[in-house]
C-alpha cells in the first residue's frame, strides 16, 4: 500500500460559494460517514483537518518574491481541507477520493502519491 494525500478544493471565499452553507450542512454527515469507512478499513493515515481561509501564497515575480493574502488570489477556490490515506494504486486513490459527498455539489477532489524522499 501507498499514502495518497486527498485535498479537497472548494469555493470558501467568494459571495455565492459552491458549495453553499446549506448544501456543507447537507454534506456533513455523509462526509463523515466516508471518513469513517476509509479509517475502518485501516485506510486512513491521517485524520482530515480543515485550513483558514485566508492564508498567504509566496512567488516568484520577475525575480522578486511576492506575496499575496490568501489562496488562489484570482480563483474561488480554496482548500477545504486534506487529509493522508492508505491504497494499492492511483486507481484504488481515486476511487476511494470519488465517494467524497461534497464532490456532487461542486468541490474538487485532488490526489496525489506519497514519493519516498532519496
Not at 500500500?1 to 459552491?18: C, G, K, Y
Not at 522578486?64 to 484504488?92: C, M, T, W
Not at 467524497?100 to 474538487?108: D, F, K, R, S
Request: a negative charge; aromatic letters at 6%.
Amino acid at each position: 500500500m501507498q499514502e495518497f494525500l486527498l485535498v479537497i478544493h472548494r469555493d470558501l471565499t467568494s459571495a455565492n460559494p459552491t458549495p453553499s452553507p446549506e448544501q456543507m450542512k447537507e454534506a456533513l454527515k455523509p462526509y463523515q460517514e466516508w471518513v469513517a469507512g476509509i479509517a475502518a478499513q485501516d485506510r486512513l493515515v491521517a485524520p482530515p483537518k480543515r485550513w483558514d481561509v485566508d492564508g498567504r501564497v509566496i512567488k516568484s515575480e520577475k525575480k522578486k518574491e511576492q506575496v499575496h493574502n490568501g489562496p488562489y488570489a484570482e480563483d474561488k477556490e480554496s482548500i477545504g481541507g486534506l487529509f493522508l490515506i492508505r491504497a494499492k494504486d492511483y486507481d484504488d486513490a481515486v476511487e476511494i477520493a470519488k465517494g467524497c459527498p461534497i464532490i456532487q455539489y461542486g468541490a474538487i477532489v485532488e490526489v496525489r502519491m506519497a514519493v519516498p524522499v532519496a
